[in-house]
T-cell receptor
Framework: NAGVMQNPRHLVRRRGQEARLRCSPMKGHSHVYWYRQLPEEGLKFMVYLQKENIIDESGMPKERFSAEFPKEGPSILRIQQVVRGDSAAYFC????????????FGQGTRLTVV | GQQVMQIPQYQHVQEGEDFTTYCNSSTTLSNIQWYKQRPGGHPVFLIQLVKSGEVKKQKRLTFQFGEAKKNSSLHITATQTTDVGTYFCAQEGSSNTGKLIFGQGTTLQVKP
């Protein structure tokens, strides 16, 4: 049973380009969460999705960031027109029931904007 | 908004010494989770505490949940170099959706 799969592991983008981060949850999990971790800091919640629905996007910046979790395929976190401040580790987590259960984290995508 | 304060931010110990990290909330928590993140790695779930005053042990790790469910601690007895990493507590957001609010983490360094 594969864990949460994220790709790419490392992504380098120039300022103004788009970054697309992918996350496949654990088999059987339909609840997906995205978190951002700036260097030397804790994880900050960004968005919570279930299949084809955004449930909570209260942690997502209003501009340039979007997320989806289509019926088929992985969840995608998309950052348009990246800036240096977007450089961070982006972690995806999945859970079985979406409340009061442990979250399983992927290995993360380390985004560097140059 | 909801916040979880975690102290200390950094701790350097000699191998064999004990280590404790503390987590405090201004609000009553329904539960608290602890995660460990190795350098360059991803958070890995350690445990969840639910009941007031709960104490759970995992080998050399002891987790406590306060009587008022507003604080928690993780204690490691006789640290080893394999304990190196950042330990995070996390509380569930008020919406009960599984969204986690993380403390700032305590980074543990162990000198052999």
């Amino acid at each position: 049973n594969a864990g949460v799969m994220q790709n790419p592991r490392h992504l380098v983008r120039r300022r103004g380009q788009e970054a697309r981060l992918r996350c496949s949850p654990m088999k059987g999990h339909s609840h997906v969460y995205w978190y951002r971790q700036l260097p030397e800091e804790g994880l900050k919640f960004m968005v919570y999705l279930q299949k084809e629905n955004i449930i909570d996007e209260s942690g997502m910046p209003k501009e340039r960031f979007s997320a989806e979790f289509p019926k088929e395929g992985p969840s995608i976190l998309r950052i348009q027109q990246v800036v240096r401040g977007d450089s961070a580790a982006y972690f995806c987590a999945s859970s079985l029931t979406g409340g009061e259960t442990e979250a399983f984290f992927g290995q993360g995508t380390r985004l560097t904007v140059v | 908004g909801q916040q979880v304060m975690q102290i200390p931010q950094y701790q350097h110990v000699q191998e064999g010494e004990d280590f404790t990290t503390y987590c405090n909330s201004s609000t009553t928590l329904s539960n608290i989770q602890w995660y460990k993140q190795r350098p360059g790695g991803h958070p890995v779930f350690l445990i969840q505490l639910v009941k007031s005053g709960e104490v759970k042990k995992q080998k050399r790790l002891t987790f406590q949940f306060g009587e008022a469910k507003k604080n928690s601690s993780l204690h490691i007895t006789a640290t080893q170099t394999t304990d190196v990493g950042t330990y995070f507590c996390a509380q569930e957001g008020s919406s009960n959706t599984g969204k986690l609010i993380f403390g700032q983490g305590t980074t543990l360094q162990v000198k052999p």
